[in-house]
């Protein structure tokens, strides 16, 4: 549970973050369903027909570089009507770098997209990362991890997290990249239709 839903003292730990969106009482269910990593071909069209499918708008979290190799399916997902968030350039690890060079990777993504919305990848950054990034961005993480990247899950296992750890107003994390593929075409149909079953409305961030 710790990696398919932050605890809270990690939440804590980056308080001006968006972990999960607040739940209006008499208001109907809602989740927002994101991806991160791309754009990429292998998977991003395959996703975009399936929420086109499913009439579901999503939030990606694209790295500026795969935006910069493939910039017809950046301007597909906006045309689509989704959304998109900054997820650096290189999909690097704040807690690798200096911030300066970290700050300076992500200013390099915001030139190939347009948003105010930033997740770093994995979910490392350093505290001063946090709070020079957060001047900027509205910086967003998750409440559901479906951990479809992760070679020791099935597909029936990310599925499961979905329907286990969803609750009203998570952000869930699905991947449109490679390392998920051979899961999501699976799960992420099933996950859509139990979310609807469940009476959940999806909605964008």
């Known amino acids: 549970m710790i990696i398919e839903q932050p605890p809270r003292i990690y939440r804590w730990l980056f308080p ?4 999960k969106m607040p739940a209006a009482k008499g208001s109907p269910k809602c989740v927002y369903l994101t991806f991160d990593d791309g754009p990429i071909p292998e ?3 395959w996703i975009l027909d399936l929420l086109d499918r499913f009439n579901v708008k999503a939030t990606f979290f694209c790295v500026g570089d795969n935006v910069r190799k493939h910039p017809d399916l950046y301007d597909d997902i906006l045309a689509r009507g989704h959304h998109a968030g900054n997820h650096t350039h290189n ?7 200096r911030s300066c ?5 992500v200013a390099e993504a915001a030139r190939y997209i347009d948003s105010r919305l930033f997740r770093p990848p994995h979910g490392h950054m350093r505290y001063p990362q946090m ?3 957060g001047r900027m961005f509205k ?3 998750w409440d559901v991890v479906t951990r479809d990247y992760s070679p020791h899950m099935t597909a029936r296992g990310v599925f499961n997290n979905v329907c286990r750890y969803t609750r009203n107003g998570s952000i869930i994390v699905f991947h449109d990249s490679l390392k998920a593929v051979g899961r999501i075409e699976e799960a992420l149909p099933k996950a859509i239709e139990w979310l609807l ?3 959940y409305e999806f909605k964008v961030i």
């Open 43 to 45: 998977m991003t069209p």
């Open 197 to 199: 079953s469940q009476q």
């Open 91 to 97: 999909h690097i690890q704040g807690v690798r770098y």
């Open 101 to 105: 060079d970290y700050v300076r990777n």
């Open 139 to 141: 910086v967003v993480m």
């Open 16 to 19: 001006g973050a968006i972990w």
């Open 131 to 133: 709070l020079r990034l």
